[in-house]
């Protein structure tokens, strides 16, 4: 069943959600429910399986955790062990996870607890064995402690997916079902993804959700409204350096995002950002807990006020202020694109994504254009005017003139094989082709 219409909920009151939760969200300067927040609580409130599409930054964390805190204050428990698990994809987004809890929790006695890799195992075990009742946790070391006999997920009464699409993209499919077969089989499945289109989502949908309502407030080609796109083109990597610090010291924003494809490339861009006198960091799943943990809070603090990434920050980093994204490579497929994206023009906020492109890469963004259906602004920087145009078979209005022109070549082929063959039958009515008499020798 889909949720396409609901009447507008004035306030997070109007939800019938327990007390101390609304002096929570009214404390964190939140007035009215956000769509996804809407339509989503209620159903969840009324202890059913949910299967919820939604763009980061419409307010999903909310959607998921008022109604699952709601429900653990509404009905204690006497039974040992987690009562709710909530798995995402990478530790920044069980991070900031976390952090929204334990704000949610303040006015309550509910306890919270993080299990991410790289932080110490003896403390995680010992901090589920207090039976702590929320658990935030990323799949690969929620198994390490299962492998332990901890957690103890028997009781679990609510398991919640977040980023779905992105944990079956990182491969971590089988370990989260390997998870969900551990936990109790009466318990609530709350699935939330950036999309529906997402075979595997679909798939992993059918195997753990049981009778589900599906909350459907965008598909994968949706476009992000309060975001507006371009395309810089560029001659090669060198011309890219100077086209970014051009763009970080013209350009207005609070906070800058640049995305690379390779740790190796985000750390290359730090020293000659760092000699423009620019504020940069670096975020990249090679860095030690510590120092990304430190990296986050400088961004978030603003002492770091541009920070390159790898996708590894694509899906977590849920920081505010973040209004210009630069694509300094361009990301290998449209999904990666729409999660990079993702990190500015969140909720009513505008903000301003730019995709330098150079020759290797023209193929590639045009694909991204096509699976969104979606075309780019370009954009021209006169100070830094480059020679690449893009492909010389280009009309005015962007489209390939290729059409007409690759037909040439075949009928050109087409062509000299009719040739060949009349002259194979007019063999002995002129004079032998001096080819023949060669192979014969050859092969004599």
């Not at 210009?324 to 999660?339: A, K, M, Q, S, T």
Request: charged share 25%; with cysteine; aromatic share 4%.
């Amino acid at each position: 069943m889909h949720l396409n219409s609901i009447d507008k909920i004035p306030s997070f009151s109007g939800l019938s959600l327990d007390e101390q939760l609304v002096s929570a969200v009214k404390q964190m300067g939140f007035e009215q429910p956000t769509p996804v927040q809407q339509k989503a609580i209620p159903f969840a409130l009324e202890h059913k399986d949910l299967l919820v599409s939604a763009e980061t930054g419409s307010g999903k964390t909310a959607a998921f955790l008022l109604p699952t805190l709601h429900h653990l204050l509404t009905l204690p428990s006497k039974q040992s062990g987690t009562r709710a698990l909530v798995l995402t994809p990478t530790r920044e987004l069980a991070q900031q996870i976390f952090k929204h809890c334990q704000q949610l929790t303040e006015f309550t006695d509910l306890t919270t607890g993080l299990i991410t890799g790289g932080d110490d195992f003896r403390l995680q075990q010992n901090m589920l064995r207090r039976n702590t009742q929320i658990v935030i946790a990323t799949p690969g070391r929620v198994l390490e402690l299962m492998e332990q006999e901890i957690p103890n997920l028997s009781n679990l009464e609510v398991l919640i997916l977040d980023e779905a699409d992105r944990m079956l993209d990182m491969g971590f499919s089988e370990d989260v079902l390997a998870i969900a077969d551990s936990c109790n089989a009466q318990r609530q499945t709350l699935l939330f993804s950036a999309t529906l289109t997402h075979f595997g989502v679909i798939k992993m949908a059918d195997k753990l959700l049981k009778n589900h309502e599906i909350v459907a407030l965008n598909t994968l080609h949706d476009g992000h409204r309060n975001i507006e796109q371009q395309i810089v083109l560029a001659d090669d990597n060198d011309h890219k350096q100077k086209l970014l610090a051009w763009l970080l010291q013209n350009e207005t924003y609070d906070k800058a995002l640049i995305f690379t494809n390779s740790r190796i490339q985000a750390d290359a861009l730090r020293g000659p950002l760092r000699g423009q006198k620019l504020r940069v960091g670096v975020l990249h799943g090679e860095m030690d807990q510590k120092d990304r943990n430190r990296m986050m809070e400088l961004f978030r603090e603003g002492a770091v006020n541009i920070m390159i990434a790898t996708d590894l920050a694509a899906r977590g980093l849920d920081i505010k202020g973040i209004n210009l994204v630069i694509n300094f490579d361009v990301p290998r497929n449209g999904i990666n694109y729409i999660h990079r994206i993702g990190r500015t023009g969140r909720v009513d906020e505008l903000g301003l994504t730019i995709a330098l492109v150079k020759h290797t890469e023209w193929n590639l963004m045009s694909g991204i254009e096509r699976f969104l259906k979606q075309k780019f602004k370009h954009r021209s920087i006169k100070e830094l005017e480059g020679k690449y145009k893009g492909p010389k078979k280009l009309k005015a209005s962007g489209k390939a003139t290729g059409g007409k022109k690759k037909v040439e070549p075949k009928k050109a082929a087409a062509e000299k094989v009719k040739i060949r063959h009349r002259d194979k039958k007019n063999i002995g009515k002129r004079r032998v082709p001096t080819v023949k008499p060669d192979v014969e020798s050859t092969q004599a």
